[in-house]
């Protein structure tokens, strides 16, 4: 058990369905993250929470849209997406260091969100 | 564009035989490298490093960072079925106070007994 638990673990949606992902980390951390991992390539970044702001958003279509009411969850609500969204969904947190920027954070992910796009 | 790339893709070797994973990246704002090590499920951690020449073991498995030649390899000694899986290295190069990972395309290893 890693601290960061996500729910559901698996979801099949249709097309014009709406569902949202939930992650929650217990950690105390204060930077969590959503990633993308289809199959047969490497992990991608979509969105990085720093204190509860959008820092990050690496040209994630907007079907995605993330929210992150406090530092302890992170939502990913999703809407018409499409087969090729179908993916491992893993959400991550690490503490953020307040310094001058040189910092070594680990992130620790949780189980992930097996999302099947119908 | 900040890029790490993995050797081999795939790896299949029997029970008992030394591996060894290659890690290099391009990358802006270095600060660290990660090693994780993923089968079903996220991936979990296994290495994190931040300093050159300076190896970090776990049991079995150690492993090590170039700065200069900007890589990194992972080591697994005497293998065992269970070290089947994915094995990803990601670099932290942030330039910031928060973490952003950019990781490889990962090595597949696959130990037969």
């Known amino acids: 058990e890693t601290g960061v638990t996500q729910t559901p673990r698996h979801l099949v949606m249709g097309m014009t369905n709406k569902k949202s992902l939930k992650c929650e980390q217990h950690?105390?951390?204060?930077?969590m993250y959503w990633y993308k991992q289809s199959a047969k390539k490497p992990l991608e970044l979509m969105f990085v929470?720093?204190?509860?702001?959008?820092?990050e958003n690496n040209s994630v279509p907007s079907r995605f849209s993330p929210e992150c009411p406090n530092s302890s969850h992170l939502f990913l609500h999703l809407h018409t997406l499409q087969p090729e969204d179908s993916a491992l969904y893993l959400c991550?947190?690490?503490?953020?260091?307040?310094?001058?920027?040189?910092?070594?954070?680990?992130?620790?992910f949780g189980p992930g969100t097996r999302l099947l796009v119908l | 564009e900040d890029k790490v790339v993995q050797s081999p893709l795939s790896l299949v070797v029997h029970e008992g035989d030394t591996v060894t994973l290659n890690c290099s990246y391009e990358?802006?704002?270095?600060?660290?490298l990660l090693w994780y090590k993923q089968e079903k499920k996220a991936p979990t951690f296994l290495f994190m490093l931040?300093?050159?020449?300076i190896e970090k073991k776990s049991g079995r498995l150690s492993s090590i960072l170039d700065k200069k030649e900007l890589f990194s390899i992972l080591n697994i000694t005497a293998t065992q079925t269970g070290d089947s899986a994915i094995y990803l290295c990601?670099?932290?190069?942030?330039?910031?106070?928060?973490?952003?990972?950019?990781f490889g395309q990962g090595t597949i290893l696959t130990v037969h007994p």
């Open positions: 929470y720093s204190l509860e702001e959008r820092v």
């Open positions: 950690l105390g951390h204060n930077a």
């Open positions: 991550a947190s690490s503490q953020e260091k307040a310094t001058s920027g040189i910092g070594q954070e680990t992130q620790y």
């Open positions: 990358v802006t704002n270095f600060r660290s």
């Open positions: 931040t300093s050159s020449g």
């Open positions: 990601a670099v932290d190069a942030g330039g910031t106070s928060y973490g952003k990972l950019t």
